[in-house]
Antibody, heavy 124, light 106 residues
């Protein structure tokens, strides 16, 4: 079964740090772009960051640049999001999501597999 | 940054109705537009990619159309299990989601 399972969420004080993990199974993880997408309570979806198959390219939404770092370990089939200098507005459910790809070559900027999400709460 | 504007923000319809949601991009995004369904407490689910392509396993009552700046998402005959919030998402320049359309049963 194709699956993504996030972990690492929790309560953290403003200015603190947290590292999220996403464990992939059921597919060849190293063949896919991967992303983090978040959703603040009662709000819509916001893409946060993505990373190329080999980790050579990374992109971020402006609001997290310089504070968040996306990374991956293909040997461990895992995706990570290191979050530093956390703010109240970072409070959200964080989802990892797989990039839609056909034949390992054609990449569509859509997210076809999602994890269940992990909640991050930034509060004093 | 590309802004995505969905309308309406909420919608009430009856089972069997034809439902239409629109999404407008702040600039030309060709057909780089996807649609998702999100049920309460669940992760989003991809329904339509590249404006009009139905994702594998998605019922054919769902469809999408449009290009450039104006896009439409349609449910041809609303079913009770379609109650959810629907989002459009562009990928012409990074990724941006619309604000969502909450669909309820009348």
């Amino acid at each position: 079964e194709v699956q993504l399972v996030e972990s690492g969420g929790g309560l953290v004080q403003p200015g603190g740090s947290l590292r999220l993990s996403c464990a992939a199974s059921g597919f060849t993880f190293s063949s896919y772009w991967m992303s983090w997408v978040r959703q603040a309570p009662g709000k819509g979806l916001e893409w946060v960051a993505n990373i190329k198959q080999d980790g050579s390219e990374k992109y971020y939404v402006d609001s997290v640049k310089g504070r968040f770092t996306i990374s991956r370990d293909n040997a461990k089939n895992s995706l990570y999001l290191q979050m530093n200098s956390l703010r109240a507005e970072d409070t959200a459910v964080y989802y990892c999501a797989r990039g839609l790809t056909f034949g390992g070559v054609i990449v569509i900027g859509a997210f076809d597999i999602w994890g269940q999400g992990t909640m991050v709460t930034v509060s004093s | 940054d590309i802004q995505m504007t969905q309308s309406p923000s909420s919608l009430s319809a009856s089972v069997g109705d034809r439902v239409t949601i629109t999404c407008q991009a702040s600039q030309d995004i060709s057909n780089y537009l996807n649609w998702y369904q999100q049920k309460p407490g669940k992760a989003p689910k991809l329904l339509i990619y590249d404006a009009s392509n139905l994702e594998t396993g998605v019922p054919s009552r769902f469809s999408g159309s449009g290009s450039g700046t104006d896009f439409t998402f349609t449910i041809s005959s609303l079913q009770p299990e379609d109650i959810a919030t629907y989002y459009c998402q562009q990928y012409d320049n990074l990724f941006t989601f619309g604000q969502g359309t909450r669909l309820e049963i009348k």
